[in-house]
């Protein structure tokens, strides 16, 4: 990845930020902390990773993305709007009666959403239907699917991650945000997932951990991901909860809810100076 490259996304990276403050502030609701550990995943997605197309999100063999820590959508929907899927200006219109960008992503009324998700689990078992699926019609698409790491408590989870190691889906990757925090705390005090890795390992699953909020490490991982056969593959990463916003980072309180009026104008003035110092590099 060239130095312009990576300042590119760097850049995106603080606009969807903004646009997570920004829906999250309007709906007066959402979930506003994984959403911004995620943000460069989503960037890394949407602006480099992924074979999509905004002029025509139903293109038979583009890559499938299923969201299925369904609840940062915030995120989700900041990145499509960048990436050109329908009008920044929509944002604004988060989880408002009658908009397209509800609290969850919904696939039928959301230009590029792939598998309408929330319930937690749901989605990395959809994905894992989209993989195989793909297989059996020689589809040369790949899946991706992001969970949370309390998500990974669930135990449909595990069954997904069973059955994608047992149908050898390598056109699949699984990406975990490992943010440390869940609704209710700590996720080493609700209900330990560790260690990660080497319960993926166990199911099946050619694993990585890496930094999720380094560009390079998600691109390196994307690149090893397409190189194993016969298995899916794992992304750990490492990440802040509320990342980029002060007051935010690594409080539980901001799992899930809003910015009010002082905070939403601390928040954007936060992000547009690190807009533009990122500018001025």
């Not at 969201?67 to 050109?84: I, V």
């Not at 998500?151 to 699984?174: P, R, S, T």
Request: charged share 25%; proline share 4%.
């Amino acid at each position: 990845m060239t130095a312009n490259e990576k300042k590119e996304l760097r850049l995106a990276a603080c606009k969807v930020r903004m646009g997570i403050i920004e829906g999250t502030y309007a709906a007066k609701s959402g979930h506003p902390g994984g959403s911004l550990s995620s943000a460069e995943l989503f960037t890394s997605l949407y602006f480099k990773e992924l074979n999509v197309d905004p002029k025509d999100p139903k293109k038979w063999d583009r890559d499938r993305f299923v969201l299925s820590k369904g609840h940062c959508a915030p995120g989700l929907y900041a990145a499509m709007a960048l990436r050109g899927f329908f009008p920044w200006e929509d944002l604004k219109e988060l989880r408002h009666l009658g908009s397209h960008l509800q609290g969850h992503p919904n696939m039928n009324s959301t230009p590029g959403v792939d598998m309408s998700t929330g319930s937690l689990g749901q989605g990395v078992s959809a994905a894992c239907g989209m993989a195989l699926a793909a297989k059996y019609q020689n589809n040369p698409c790949r899946v991706y699917t992001l969970l949370g790491d309390g998500e990974i408590e669930e135990g449909q989870v595990w069954e997904a991650l069973m059955f994608a190691a047992h149908y050898k889906l390598d056109n699949l990757c699984v990406i975990i945000d490992n943010n440390g925090l869940q609704i209710d705390g700590p996720v080493e005090q609700v209900m330990s997932s560790y260690p990660i890795l080497d319960k993926l390992r166990a199911f099946g699953l050619e694993a990585a951990e890496v930094d999720g909020h380094d560009f390079d490490a998600l691109e390196a991982a994307f690149a090893q991901a397409k190189t194993v056969k016969g298995k899916p593959f794992a992304i750990v990463m490492r990440t802040t909860k509320g990342k980029g916003v002060s007051y935010m980072e690594n409080q539980v309180g901001w799992h899930g809810k809003a910015p009010n009026g002082e905070q939403y104008e601390q928040a954007m003035a936060e992000l547009r100076a690190k807009l533009a110092e990122l500018e001025a590099e």
